[in-house]
């Protein structure tokens, strides 16, 4: 799989759901690379992966271990990427991370490449990778906002278990099987696995993704807020987000209110227009029930749009349903995607 006249990537939390991801979509996407150098923490070190037929050896993420990376993918937790990410800029490479430990700093570049590539010009070593739900939002939101503009955002979100790890995965299937079973079973991971209370995801919809902020909103609902006005360039563009957690494994679906700012503008002219976007397919055929759903989007790198209408009381209001593979388009795609577009644009050479 080497490259002669490629990169030195390096994947760090390469033993995770979403470092596989990332490692199997560099393969998929047949992205150039001249070495590659997989990252762990110390537990995880010595253990033999096999990526494309290849036998490698995780290592232990650490300061050296960055030395001669070009590119290096983090996706291991926060206070990995604010302890690592500077020192593998220090030599040399430029950090694409997938935590929430640089989004909202001023001077790092939130991306998404068919939304705002051009920030990537702007960048000091480090490119935070957005949160899994507003990525998909946004990837649906602005053509609207390049041709209608975007005055307002409602979001409700049924956000799949996998955004909380493998190991809510694993809590998901055995408590359907206790219930199915009549047997007991003790929550451990859900809603937050650090928060006070744990409750059955299991034929439950649980209205908490991430810890409650004094506001009374939760540190997810407050992610997508900030994250859309920052990514879009919108700061006076009012967002609001309520996240729920469903039992299903993998892909995120959203409930998107929006108004624009043009008059006279129909579902129709929506929808043309989101029928040839970037990254986006179209399905919006309610005669024949065709309508994105997550069991249809599992291991597509696309954002799925339909159901969209106008709101039956705002002219400028609308309603569209908005779902994708919250480990591929929400993590591991937009990443590989990032480091694409640092190669097109010639910021990494």
């Avoid at 430990?101 to 051009?118: H, I, K, S, W, Y």
């Avoid at 005055?151 to 909380?164: C, D, H, N």
């Avoid at 609001?240 to 299903?248: F, M």
Wanted: charged share 20%; glycine share 6%; net charge negative.
């Amino acid at each position: 799989m080497s490259q002669q006249n490629g990169f030195h990537v390096a994947v760090v939390g390469a033993t995770g759901a979403v470092g596989q991801q990332m490692i199997q979509t560099l393969i998929k996407e047949n992205f150039p690379i001249r070495k590659l150098t997989l990252l762990s923490s110390a537990r995880s070190a010595g253990k033999k992966v096999d990526v494309n037929g290849q036998e490698y050896i995780i290592e232990e993420a650490k300061p050296e271990s960055f030395e001669g990376v070009e590119i290096a993918l983090f996706s291991a937790g926060g206070s990995v990427s604010k302890e690592l990410g500077p020192e593998a800029v220090k030599r040399g490479a430029i950090v694409v991370d997938n935590t929430s430990a640089f989004r909202m700093d001023e001077n790092t570049p939130l991306v998404v490449p068919e939304v705002n590539e051009a920030d990537l010009h702007n960048q000091n070593g480090i490119i935070a990778n957005p949160n899994c739900s507003t990525i998909q939002m946004v990837v649906a939101l602005e053509p609207i906002r390049q041709h209608f503009g975007l005055k307002k955002v409602i979001v409700s979100t049924y956000q799949a278990v996998s955004g909380s790890g493998a190991a809510a995965v694993e809590e998901l299937m055995e408590q359907t099987q206790a219930i199915l079973n009549s047997e007991a079973y003790e929550p451990k991971i859900l809603p937050v696995k650090s928060d006070k209370n744990h409750y059955q995801i299991a034929f439950n919809a649980i209205p908490q993704i991430d810890k409650f902020q004094e506001n009374g909103y939760t540190f997810e609902e407050m992610k997508m807020i900030n994250e859309t006005k920052k990514i879009m360039h919108l700061p006076e563009l009012q967002v609001s987000a309520t996240c729920v957690r469903l039992p299903v494994a993998v892909g995120h679906s959203e409930s998107v209110y929006f108004e624009i700012e043009a008059d006279n503008v129909s579902a129709n002219d929506i929808k043309a227009l989101l029928k040839d976007a970037p990254g986006v397919i179209l399905q919006d055929d309610p005669e024949n029930q065709l309508y994105p759903m997550p069991a249809n989007c599992v291991g597509k790198n696309d954002v799925f749009v339909g159901r969209i209408r106008r709101d039956i009381d705002e002219p400028r209001g609308f309603h569209m349903w908005v779902v994708s593979d919250n480990l591929l388009k929400g993590a591991a795609w937009n990443s590989v995607q990032i480091a694409e577009s640092l190669v097109k644009l010639g910021i990494v050479k």
